[in-house]
């Protein structure tokens, strides 16, 4: 077992010289086994070795039992030993996953390398688990043999080879009682699915660890090669294989506040980019909405609308990513970002309802067709101002004034639309 454990290691590149390596352990044989290889290959491995154990306090005296045998065999072989524990309470998740996140952050607050005893019969059941809950290829590769500063090193070792090695060192370990009882769907594949493959193929256990492990492989070139800066255009990514489409698409929705896509989340991205709507748009987890914005995807801003502002005249106002500025006329000037204008009563700036329309010269036409036709993404429409007063609209920043309203001769005021560009937004 020590060779194939060095071997694994080296391939993986899990450990350095001067690495320090402390493995969690729990009392089990899986453990025990784990640590009590690498103390021996310690020096080969030029590392310092520590062990951890934390205690869940979820079995009473059995608990305090294993507490007792980690800390007596760690003594035995002078292995410094760090101990944490609490009381765990059953989340969302469960009873199980619970005790899990608590022993694992436990670990992390730890200074080194941490090293659990998962063994290739261990990565096989991961893949059975995830096979009868649905998965795809990074399911179906199982533990990863390394994530940050974790690592789990005996993913090529199976359970018989833990035994013959502790049996061949004369070395203990505790079993959970747990781990007899059915109530976990793992210890269901462990006592019934497992076997009955066995009977198959005794091998089992290790040939589904090693493709789990040439899977994550392949998952992580596809991965490679669907990573972008920047998230492609609607029609790259319809030209784009399935395989490397969903994959930039499940990116694009990590670093838009979705920390763990599903596949429900990354077809809801997909309808988007071959839907025949250029402004549809999908609700996703965490108040995320996504919109196709013609060629594009992007995030929409929680609160996009422009709340009904006051424009002084003379005077200005910011709206948004506007400032808008009235002053009197000295010529009657016309554009889309300049109107000139004679108001009725007080002008405010608002962004556009339901019914807007004005007079352009080709003649009246909805607000909305008028940004449709102009391609204004859905998700920038309410950010338009409108300037409007008493009778009515007198025009639109990008589209210019209602003819219905322009100034036909002077006295009259000139409305003056500037796009801010990222400087400070005050009233």
Aim: proline share 5%.
């Amino acid at each position: 077992m020590q060779n194939k454990l060095l071997k694994f290691i080296r391939e993986q590149g899990l450990i350095e010289p001067g690495d320090r390596v402390i493995c969690a352990v729990s009392g089990g044989a899986d453990s025990v086994a784990m640590l009590f290889a690498l103390y021996l290959l310690k020096g080969k491995l030029g590392i310092s070795l520590e062990a951890a154990h934390f205690n869940h306090h979820l079995r009473g005296e059995e608990s305090r039992r294993d507490e007792e045998f980690v800390r007596d065999f760690c003594a035995r072989y002078d292995i410094p030993l760090h101990v944490g524990g609490g009381q765990v309470q059953p989340g969302k998740k469960g009873l199980e996953a619970a005790a899990r996140d608590a022993r694992y952050a436990y670990l992390q607050s730890l200074d080194g390398k941490i090293a659990t005893a998962h063994t290739a019969d261990d990565n096989a059941e991961t893949v059975l688990l995830h096979l009868i809950r649905g998965t795809g290829l990074k399911g179906l590769g199982g533990i990863a043999p390394q994530r940050g500063r974790l690592i789990r090193p005996m993913l090529s070792v199976t359970r018989q080879e833990v035994e013959s090695f502790l049996k061949e060192w004369s070395l203990p370990h505790v079993e959970d009682s747990s781990n007899e009882t059915d109530v976990f769907l793992r210890n269901r594949i462990r006592h019934h699915v497992m076997p009955l493959l066995r009977q198959e193929n005794p091998r089992i256990g290790e040939n589904l660890s090693q493709m789990a492990l040439r899977l994550r492989l392949d998952e992580a070139y596809l991965t490679q090669q669907s990573t972008f800066d920047t998230l492609p255009d609607v029609n790259t990514l319809r030209a784009m294989p399935r395989a490397l489409r969903g994959r930039a698409l499940e990116v694009f929705l990590k670093r838009n506040g979705i920390p763990e896509p599903e596949d429900v989340h990354i077809s809801q991205a997909e309808a988007l980019v071959f839907s025949d709507n250029p402004s549809a748009r999908a609700a996703f987890p965490g108040g995320v909405t996504i919109s196709r914005c013609y060629d594009t995807l992007t995030v929409l801003a929680e609160d996009s609308k422009i709340c009904e502002t006051s424009l002084p005249c003379p005077g200005q106002a910011v709206v948004g990513d506007y400032r808008v500025i009235c002053e009197p006329s000295v010529e009657i000037r016309n554009t889309p970002d300049t109107i000139t204008v004679c108001p009725s009563g007080e002008m405010l700036l608002r962004s556009r309802k339901s019914g807007d329309a004005l007079r352009l010269p080709g003649g009246s036409r909805s607000l909305k067709k008028l940004l449709i036709d102009r391609k204004v993404p859905a998700s920038q429409r309410e950010k338009i101002p409108v300037l409007c007063d008493d009778l009515g609209i007198l025009g639109v920043y990008s589209i210019g004034v209602n003819l219905d309203r322009a100034a036909e001769s002077l006295p009259a005021v000139t409305v003056r639309f500037e796009k801010l560009q990222g400087e400070k937004q005050n009233g």
